[in-house]
């Protein structure tokens, strides 16, 4: 059974950071790209990070662009997203998920996702 498990988020002061980690099991994850996605109260799920299976790709949505990094472990099987200079706009459930090849910023095409963390930042 594949699992995706996100590490605990947080509540954290606007310009502060967080690091969130997402661990991946049940298979085989080399040649999945991997993802953050996000989902404020009220809006739809919204694109933030994505990552190719080898790590050497990536890309962002505008509104992060400069202020989180997507990683990937060695072992590919897990994906942070470090947050910095975090903005109460930033506020939201936060989810990892993987694909088969190429990486995306289309939600609709991962295949497994995490159950979501909780990140707040106040102003």
């Known amino acids: 059974q594949v699992r995706m498990v996100e590490s605990r988020g947080g509540l954290v002061q606007a310009g502060g950071s967080l690091r969130l980690s997402c661990v991946a099991s049940?298979?085989?994850?080399?040649?999945?790209?991997m993802g953050w996605f996000r989902q404020a109260p009220g809006k739809e799920r919204e694109f933030v990070a994505t990552?190719?299976?080898?790590?050497?790709?990536?890309y962002y949505a505008d509104s992060v662009k400069g202020r989180f990094t997507i990683s990937r472990g060695n072992a590919k099987t897990t994906v942070y997203l470090q947050m910095n200079s975090l903005k109460p706009e930033d506020t939201a459930v936060y989810y990892c998920?993987?694909?088969?090849?190429?990486?995306?910023?289309?939600?609709?095409?991962?295949?497994?996702w995490g159950q979501g963390t909780q990140v707040t930042v106040s102003s």
């Open positions: 998920a993987a694909k088969a090849g190429s990486y995306s910023i289309i939600a609709d095409e991962y295949d497994y």
């Open positions: 049940g298979r085989t994850f080399s040649s999945y790209a």
């Open positions: 990552i190719s299976w080898t790590g050497d790709n990536t």
